[in-house]
């Protein structure tokens, strides 16, 4: 009898340990749980799927989402809209997709109300490559014979898009600038009787960097 007491005894002990033991480490971990910082909030947004070229009509699998933080999230970010737009310009994999980055009356904002976008074409597709939308650069046209000295046709406007070349390398590549009406005018013309050219300007200066 007296053993068999205290084996219950030894038991029951053992089990207000083990028990004891459990709440201590469920409030350990409550502890924990509640000092640990909550996680920052994010922000779902659509972005490139894969690097997308300029001139891209964008189809369902083109785009996917990422999540953001909060202050990180571009001005003017486009939601789940985007099907069937056409990018102003490349875009990376990854990269936010915004108002900017897509053909529309968007592209024209902030740039001036007596501005016209103006497209261009390039003789010279593979230079076309150094550009990106927002860069400045001065337009010139060159007689095709070459003997006439060139001419800035449009200085220092800024690149609103720009597409690769189509068909033949001859045909050159088309690059959407922001102009005064009388220069788009000028630019028309030219691109009858001209072959027109670009030099890139420094952002930091204002002055020529590249000329192509």
């Given at each position: ?120 074409r390039i003789a010279d597709a593979g230079a ?85």
């Amino acid at each position: 009898m007296r053993a068999a007491a205290k084996r219950i005894v030894t038991t029951a002990s053992w089990h207000r340990r083990l028990l004891a033991g459990g709440v201590a480490a469920a409030a350990m971990a409550l502890g924990i749980e509640a000092a640990s910082p909550a996680p920052p909030p994010r922000v779902e947004v659509t972005v490139a799927a894969h690097d997308l070229g300029g001139g891209t009509v964008i189809a369902a699998d083109d785009v996917t989402t990422a999540s953001f933080a909060p202050g990180s999230v571009p001005t003017g970010v486009l939601g789940d809209d985007l099907e069937g737009r056409v990018l102003a310009g490349p875009v990376r994999a990854g990269e936010p997709i915004t108002d900017r980055r897509v053909l529309g009356p968007g592209l024209l904002d902030g740039f001036g109300a007596d501005l016209v976008a103006a497209p261009v074409r390039i003789a010279d597709a593979g230079a076309v490559g150094y550009v990106r939308p927002g860069d400045r650069v001065d337009i010139l046209a060159t007689t095709v014979d070459g003997l006439a000295p060139a001419q800035v046709l449009a200085p220092d406007v800024p690149v609103l898009s720009l597409t690769a070349a189509g068909g033949a390398a001859a045909d050159g590549a088309l690059i959407l600038v922001a102009v005064a009406p009388e220069q788009a005018g000028d630019l028309a013309a030219a691109a009858v009787t001209s072959r027109l050219s670009f030099t890139l300007k420094s952002r930091r200066r204002g002055r020529s960097s590249t000329s192509v």
